[in-house]
């Protein structure tokens, strides 16, 4: 079983930046791919990014596409996800999650989830 906390959220102005962090416990993220969902108010949870465990392979939604950089550590049992250029529209709870794969896009591609954190972005 593998227990992932995310950290890092809070209250930015638009065009601020903020850096997510999800750490990993339990069974580590060995092997594992790692993803970011976002899910607003009233609105189904979203992928936001994904990377592979290894060779840095990355997957991005559109609407974050050069604003947002996803990472890991793997010696650390980390991941990252820096934002920046952050939008009103980027506000939400933002997950990790893992996969055995990387690419999925929907939720049911990952079986370990995070609590969540709060991500808000004010005009």
């Known amino acids: 079983q593998v227990q992932l906390v995310e950290s890092g959220g809070g209250l930015v102005q638009a065009g601020g930046s903020l850096r997510l962090s999800c750490t990993a416990s339990?069974?580590?993220?060995?092997?594992?791919?790692m993803a970011w969902f976002r899910q607003a108010p009233g609105q189904e949870r979203e992928f936001v990014a994904a990377v592979s465990w290894n060779f840095g392979i990355t997957y991005y939604a559109d609407s974050v596409k050069g604003r947002f950089t996803i990472s890991r550590n793997n010696a650390n049992n980390a991941g990252y996800l820096q934002m920046n250029s952050l939008k009103p529209e980027d506000t939400a709870v933002y997950y990790c999650?893992?996969?055995?794969?990387?690419?999925?896009?929907?939720?049911?591609?990952?079986?370990?989830w995070g609590q969540g954190t709060q991500v808000t972005v004010s005009s």
């Open positions: 339990g069974r580590t993220f060995s092997g594992n791919a």
């Open positions: 999650a893992a996969s055995t794969w990387v690419g999925g896009r929907s939720d049911k591609d990952y079986f370990a």
